[in-house]
């Protein structure tokens, strides 16, 4: 019953608005990421904005019909990820419900705790479905590794443990900032509010989340090659830029 009534809390009307507008944005923003081969993947911000004000459940769920939605009318190859975007959902739902999600700071860990566990579920999928070689950018650092001498379950994980704690950090920013600027009259309609109410930032935290990101950056970038260096600091300055206006919101 505890299990029925916490799926149920999830959704309410507002939910169910919102996951429409979230699955568009994730397939709107992944399809440019993919189009570009950049080495990140950006498709989950709508998937974290709804798991933290609707709840796990209602995460898991938009990040699933995400990939479902993208990979039947898109591009079907995002349709077998959708077990990691289902993941994605369910733990961004549950670091909210933790508390996780109402400083930079912490969001910053919500970021790596989403990180790892994608990178654990989409292994499996790149190696036995993929041969390790994706549609993503990404796959630049995986070719780059089996050139090495690497065998392929190595060189997938070392890609994925890199890569996605870039890409998981950001998109977390980045949700962060969204909610920082909706009115708490707004967030209240939703059935998880309280998991977005934000405590007063620590700039110290904030650079300490931003430096991760800054860090985490630079070696996948030194891996791809060096000219990406820079792409990856310009992208870093953008984190900090939006962290420091999330920041001053109140």
């Given at each position: 019953?505890?299990?029925?009534e916490?799926?149920?809390?999830d959704?309410?009307?507002?939910?169910?608005?919102?996951?429409?507008?979230?699955i568009?944005?994730?397939?709107?923003?992944?399809?440019?990421?993919?189009?570009l081969k950049?080495?990140?993947f950006?498709?989950?911000?709508?998937?974290?904005?709804?798991?933290?004000?609707?709840g796990p459940?209602?995460?898991?769920?938009t990040?699933?019909?995400?990939?479902?939605?993208?990979g039947l009318a898109?591009?079907?190859?995002?349709f077998p990820?959708?077990?990691?975007?289902?993941f994605?959902g369910?733990?961004?739902g549950?670091?909210?419900?933790?508390?996780?999600?109402?400083n930079t700071?912490?969001?910053a860990?919500?970021?790596?705790?989403?990180?790892?566990?994608?990178?654990?579920?989409?292994?499996?999928?790149s190696?036995?479905?993929?041969?390790?070689?994706t549609?993503?950018?990404?796959?630049i650092?995986?070719?780059y590794l089996?050139?090495?001498?690497?065998?392929?379950?190595?060189s997938v994980?070392s890609?994925?443990?890199?890569v996605e704690?870039v890409?998981?950090?950001?998109?977390?920013?980045l949700?962060?900032a969204i909610?920082?600027?909706?009115?708490?009259?707004y967030?209240?309609?939703?059935?998880?509010?309280g998991?977005?109410?934000p405590?007063k930032?620590?700039?110290r935290?904030?650079?300490?989340?931003?430096?991760?990101?800054?860090?985490?950056?630079?070696?996948?970038?030194n891996?791809?090659?060096?000219a990406?260096?820079?792409?990856?600091?310009?992208?870093?300055?953008?984190?900090?830029?939006?962290g420091?206006?999330?920041?001053?919101?109140?």
């Amino acid at each position: 019953m505890k299990l029925l009534e916490s799926i149920k809390k999830d959704f309410n009307t507002m939910t169910w608005v919102l996951i429409p507008v979230a699955i568009a944005i994730n397939v709107v923003i992944g399809q440019i990421v993919v189009l570009l081969k950049l080495p990140v993947f950006l498709d989950s911000i709508g998937t974290m904005l709804v798991a933290v004000v609707c709840g796990p459940w209602a995460g898991a769920l938009t990040g699933t019909l995400s990939n479902i939605i993208w990979g039947l009318a898109i591009d079907p190859s995002a349709f077998p990820w959708f077990p990691v975007a289902l993941f994605i959902g369910f733990v961004t739902g549950w670091c909210a419900q933790g508390g996780l999600f109402r400083n930079t700071w912490k969001v910053a860990i919500t970021g790596f705790i989403v990180a790892l566990t994608a990178a654990a579920v989409s292994t499996p999928i790149s190696v036995y479905l993929y041969g390790g070689i994706t549609a993503s950018g990404s796959s630049i650092i995986t070719a780059y590794l089996l050139q090495t001498g690497r065998d392929l379950l190595t060189s997938v994980l070392s890609t994925n443990f890199l890569v996605e704690p870039v890409d998981k950090i950001s998109t977390a920013f980045l949700a962060f900032a969204i909610l920082r600027g909706l009115s708490a009259r707004y967030l209240a309609r939703f059935p998880r509010a309280g998991n977005a109410t934000p405590e007063k930032d620590d700039r110290r935290a904030l650079f300490i989340g931003v430096g991760i990101f800054v860090v985490l950056a630079i070696l996948v970038a030194n891996l791809i090659n060096p000219a990406f260096l820079w792409i990856g600091l310009g992208v870093a300055v953008v984190v900090i830029g939006v962290g420091l206006l999330s920041s001053r919101i109140r």
